[in-house]
C-alpha cells in the first residue's frame, strides 16, 4: 500500500509488514523490517542501519562504523585499517591484513 503525506512524503507498507519511507525535504529514505531493523540512507550518501540488538552500523564511502551494544566500536577504512575502541577505553589498529599495528 502507498500513502503520499500532504507535506510530499510517501510511505509505502509491504505485504510483508516492511515500511518505506521516503522524505522529499532532506531526499531520505527509511527502511523498517518486521525483526525491528531499520535501515536509513541519506542523499549524501550515509547509510546508517540500527538493528534489534542495539547495534549501530554507519557506512560511508571512506568507512563502516559498527557501534556495539556493549560499547566497542569498530570502524574499518576503505584502505583496510581497522580501529577498535573498547569500553574500558583500550584502542587497537590492525593493518588491511589483521596484524596488530603498535604505536
Do not use: H
Not at 52 to 58: L, M, Q
Request: glycine content about 10%.
Amino acid at each position: 500500500m502507498e500513502r503520499l503525506l500532504p507535506n510530499g512524503d510517501k510511505q509505502v507498507t509491504y505485504p510483508d509488514g516492511v515500511q518505506v519511507w521516503i522524505k522529499q525535504s532532506d531526499r531520505s529514505e527509511q527502511i523498517q523490517l518486521v525483526d525491528g531493523s531499520t535501515y536509513s540512507c541519506y542523499a549524501n550518501g550515509v547509510q546508517k542501519r540500527c538493528y534489534p540488538n542495539g547495534d549501530v552500523e554507519i557506512r560511508t564511502s571512506t568507512y563502516v562504523k559498527r557501534r556495539f551494544a556493549s560499547g566497542k566500536v569498530k570502524t574499518v577504512y576503505s584502505n583496510g585499517l581497522q580501529e577498535i575502541l573498547y569500553n574500558d577505553g583500550r584502542l587497537l589498529f590492525k593493518d588491511g591484513c589483521g596484524r596488530v599495528i603498535y604505536l
